[in-house]
């Protein structure tokens, strides 16, 4: 570091840098939160989501499965993590990887068995982690005994269960389906001459909740897996679960913004408040549901405590921002300052920049090349772990894992894209835009296995991968992480110890600094008389960041994502490519 002028009453001084990445997971200290209202494990805790596909294949049969999880419990403990949400891991034909579910109460063959599942519960929960599982009720597989039951008569007592409109009324009004070969969201049956409606896939059938024995079975499931002692459900595709069953007509394109037309309907919210009544207020569990509406305040009736409906939102503005060709930073930073303070009173939101549905973090953010792929990975990390709201991390992102990019169709398994292809061969579509355009954003990039070690298959299984192994395995691995302390993984386990040690990053005041910087995102953090700053930068260039109102305040460096100190200079502190630096204010 160099030495300090003394007009510029400046101190740095490294605290909190813990080197070594196990000695401490960072558990938490409860006197520095005490006091604090409305504390909520939930809103405390660090979620690594977890896509069990692609984690740690036990059996050789190329497929992540339970007991590979069981085998990687200590590798959980030490991220410091505090719950895990896992993707379905229910039965399923897997039509669309488990999110096509064919028994509730059963776990997928490829995945393992029920002993499985409670062996890992049992494991997890000796570790202290948590364990939320994806509900996936907006629609089942056609696989599923109701939906069977329910095709085969128009009189049997399971038709209700889904929803039907009979051919003899002539074609039902459009819908669009988000998964569909020819984009249309009903499917004709021909053994009892009607359409069944998929937003999803022709697998997907979407289950009708205006029927309250649908409802009554899925709160029966919901406490089934309660009972076993899980502690919270993500609730998948849930905003569309509630719908106009008279099929009014949408005007003409009203699918370049079907949300507006899907989301929110009439009854959702008597729905959630059903499930809260007859589940979640019987447990203590953490409840979040895919998607926050349309609005703040459709993101408030969900979530705000007095309503009794669910626990936290989880909005799309922030994280559809991302683009493989470069993305608007300063609406980056508007968009999720603006939805922080939309929850600055009430409600609670999670911070996430990746999950199984969207390419990876590091190659939509930051930058994925050799020269800059770790620090910028860290930099991401540490705004995702140092925002208001819980963090969700996505598997592998705690390595920097890339997208894979691939070239040829033949490689893809993600249904919605290879439906997509046939679509845009059939239509006369531009194929090389179509393949560049998948290439860096179908979410098949985010489900590549974990690269664990050098071995074969990144170490991830002994047969052949149900998806190709990223490349980047042999020099992007959690093996060779683990021995360096200046890895993106140890710097990972250092944000996760520290948000945990510190409630000034759960439940502190957030405040964008300097919004229209274009290469800078900083923020302070504040909480009974505590300050700290975030100085993030999302550029490849160096910078000479100028700490502007701050400059004069004493201020200490609690961690930065390069080796040494930044070097400050004047009033202002050297910034390099996509450092990040957390200053407490002394
Ligand atoms: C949202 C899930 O996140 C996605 O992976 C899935 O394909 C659809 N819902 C359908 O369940």
Redesign the pocket.
Known sequence: MKKMPVWLTLVIVVIACNNNPSSDTGKKDDTKFAGIPDRKWWKEAIVYQLYPRSFKDSDGDGIGDLRGIISKLDYLQSLGIDAVWL?PIYSSPND??G??VSDYRDIMKDFGTMEDFDALLKGLHERNIKIVM?L?V??SSDEHEWFKQSRSARNNPYRNYYHWWNAEKGKPPYRYS??DINHDAWMYDSLTNAYYLH??SRK?PDLNWENPQVRKEVYDIMKFWADKGIDGFRL??FQFVSKDTTYPAFPKGFEKNFILYYAMGKNLHGYLQEMNREVFSKYNMMSVA?GAGNTFEDAHNLVDAGRKELDMAYAFEGVDIGNPKGYDFLRFKEVYSRWDSAFAEKGWLSVFLA???QARMVSRFGNDGPAYRDVSSKMLNTFVLTMRGTPYCYYGDELAMTNIGFDKIEDYRD??TLNEYQYQKKTGGNMQEFMEKIKNSC?DNGRTPFQWDTTAHAGFTSGTPWIRVNPNYTSLNAAAQEKDPESVLNYFRKLVKLRKENPVLVYGKYTLLDKSNPKVYAYTRELNGEKWMLLLNFSKDAIDYNFHEYKTINKSLVLSNYADAPEVAGPSVKLRPYQAVIYKML
């Open positions: 993707n669309d990887n999110y096509d994806d996936v907006n629609h988000l998964f937003y999803f997907q998948d595709a895919e999950n199984h549905d249904v919605p979410r």
